[in-house]
């Protein structure tokens, strides 16, 4: 078990560029989540995936945002013309579809608009 | 939902045990309730789980009462390693994370 991966651990872009990141899950982990968390708050959720599908999107998605798992393994995150305000610290996580099973975090990948 | 609630902030000495109690109401039967303990740049790191009574492992207990509607999680002699933020989080894993709320956590500061 090598835990949940994340790239890249920084980023940082100017104003409307794009941006992709990637999350690893643990291996036999079928649900995936993105969460984004900005300074002195807690995650927030953004989407989750079980499988392949994606079955939920957060309200806090824009449509300048699209999230992708294909083959229900490895997961990305594209942030298209990017925002001052996307800036702040995306994290994934993932879980067992079994009651009692926890999620387990990424590192994250910290994305800083100029 | 299961909202939670938490203090924001708690100060303790080193090697004193620290307990930091989390509120949550409308639990639901199928919820399990899970700890995580978050330094700054690193994501939210899983300490402890448990459904009823009381939970333990090597780093930490859980004490959740026959109601349910709250738990404290008990950190034996902490050092100044265990200063972070630490989370309170109610969910099941069947039905998914994807509607739980992290809140903002219980920063704990622990002093020499």
């Known amino acids: 078990d090598t835990g949940v991966s994340q790239n890249p651990r920084h980023k940082i872009t100017k104003r409307g560029q794009n941006v992709t990141f990637r999350c690893d899950p643990i291996?036999?982990?079928?649900?995936l989540y993105w969460y984004r968390q900005t300074l002195g708050q807690g995650p927030e959720f953004l989407t989750y995936?079980?499988?392949?599908?994606?079955?939920?999107k957060s309200r806090l998605l824009s449509d300048r945002f699209s999230a992708e798992r294909p083959k229900g393994s490895f997961s990305t995150l594209e942030i298209q013309r990017t925002e001052q305000g996307d800036s702040a610290m995306y994290l994934c996580?993932?879980?067992?579809?079994?009651?009692?099973?926890?999620?387990?975090f990424g590192n994250g990948t910290r994305l800083t608009v100029t | 939902l299961a909202k939670t609630t938490q203090p924001i902030s708690m100060d303790s000495y080193e090697g004193q045990e620290v307990n930091i109690t989390c509120s949550h109401n409308n639990i639901a039967t199928n919820d399990y309730i899970t700890w995580y303990q978050q330094f700054p740049s690193q994501g939210p790191r899983f300490i402890i789980q448990?459904?009823?009574t009381k939970v333990t492992n090597e780093v930490a207990s859980l004490f959740i009462p026959a109601d349910r509607k709250s738990s404290t999680l008990s950190l034996p002699r902490v050092s100044l390693s265990d200063t972070a933020v630490y989370y309170c989080l109610v969910g099941d894993g069947v039905r998914g994370y994807q509607k739980v709320t992290f809140g903002t956590g219980t920063k704990l500061q622990v002093i020499p």
């Open positions: 448990g459904y009823k």
């Open positions: 996580a993932s879980s067992l579809q079994t009651g009692g099973s926890p999620l387990h």
């Open positions: 995936f079980q499988n392949e599908a994606q079955l939920e």
């Open positions: 291996s036999e982990h079928n649900r």
